[in-house]
């Protein structure tokens, strides 16, 4: 009977194993990564820092680069991109297609397949291998669709990224408003050319 009974319980449990992660956060958090990156097939990889704030079950995403003097902010519910540009002091608005990938979240037309459990900084995530063209991939993602390490695709497994820290809690608005102060800038406005007066040397 308590043979069975075992039985019963792993068949359920196997049950309910999702066949997929979840595709992104569905709890605020804060993700700090570090990214193998380079900037073209023949440079050598550089760790770069990043950080990515989650809110509204994955609706909103700020992602910064820690050597770059901008950040990008995501809406998926106004369906529009913002970018803060620190140095102009501005920031610039564009649509955004909310089925767009952003690296941080799982394709859903990827086809992937369960592997083993692991722990990174602390957090329990399953991973995932997928398969895209010549070169195979895989991702660590939390049963709440946190993503803690992605392999790169291709021989070359440029772009891999692991995260460094994990942190849950709100997210206040001001993450993903305009910095106080900031102006909207006009991208479809470009500065007149010089006259050709004006290009003589006086």
């Known amino acids: 009977m308590k043979r069975a009974a075992l039985a019963a319980i792993a068949l359920l449990l196997t049950a309910q194993a999702p066949d997929r992660p979840t595709a992104q956060p569905i709890r605020d958090v804060t993700v700090e990564y570090t990214l193998q990156d380079a900037r073209d097939p023949n440079e050598v990889t550089r760790d770069r820092p990043l950080k990515v704030y989650w809110a509204k079950g994955g609706a909103r995403m700020r992602i910064e680069m820690g050597d770059e003097r901008s950040y ?88 891999n990224l692991v995260a460094t820290s994990v942190v849950y809690g709100p997210q206040p608005a001001s993450v993903f408003a305009p910095p106080a102060g900031f102006r909207k800038l006009d991208i479809t406005r470009r500065p007149a050319p010089a006259s050709p007066d004006a290009r003589k040397p006086g």
């Open 72 to 159: 990008v902010v995501l809406d998926r519910d106004s369906r529009r991109m913002m970018m803060v540009l620190l140095d102009e002091r501005g920031y610039v608005e564009v649509p955004f297609d909310p089925q767009r990938p952003t690296g941080f979240t799982v394709p859903p037309d990827l086809a992937l397949v369960r592997g083993r459990n692991e722990i990174i900084v602390g957090n329990p995530c399953t991973l995932w291998y997928a398969k895209r063209g010549e070169g195979g991939g895989s991702l660590c993602v939390t049963d709440d669709g946190v993503l803690l390490r992605a392999d790169g695709y291709g021989e070359q497994r440029r772009g």
